[in-house]
Nanobody, 126 residues
Framework: DVQLQASGGGLVQAGGSLRLSCAAS????????MGWFRQAPGKEREGVSC????????YYADSVKGRFTISRDNAKNTVYLQMNRLKPEDTAVYYC???????????????????WGKGTQVTVSS
């Protein structure tokens, strides 16, 4: 079956860094757009970043531009999110997702993504 296993979350002080990883299996990784989405309690899910299947095209939410970097290693079926200069506002559960579409709706909300992981908690203290 399809598996998206996220790791790397944790507790970090403001200004610190974390790197999230998502290991995928059960589907043809190279054919899918990969994305990171997050949701804080009481808030809507929001798109953080997405990366195309193989040409390196990326999307970043305005709130994370210049601080976060998405990458993927198709040989390892893994997508990463390097998060620098973390802020308390970044606190959320971060979800890894895979899909075949790369529209504005998909990258900003996650609607239309095909597969989802269970998420990993990121907590940034002030």
């Amino acid at each position: 079956d399809v598996q998206l296993q996220a790791s790397g979350g944790g507790l970090v002080q403001a200004g610190g860094s974390l790197r999230l990883s998502c290991a995928a299996s059960g589907f043809t990784f190279d054919d899918y757009v990969m994305g990171w989405f997050r949701q804080a309690p009481g808030k809507e899910r929001e798109g953080v970043s997405c990366i195309s299947s193989n040409d390196g095209s990326t999307y970043y939410a305005d709130s994370v531009k210049g601080r976060f970097t998405i990458s993927r290693d198709n040989a390892k079926n893994t997508v990463y999110l390097q998060m620098n200069r973390l802020k308390p506002e970044d606190t959320a559960v971060y979800y890894c997702a895979a899909g075949r579409l790369h529209t504005i709706e998909v990258v900003t909300t996650g609607n239309g993504m095909d597969y989802w992981g269970k998420g990993t908690q990121v907590t940034v203290s002030s």
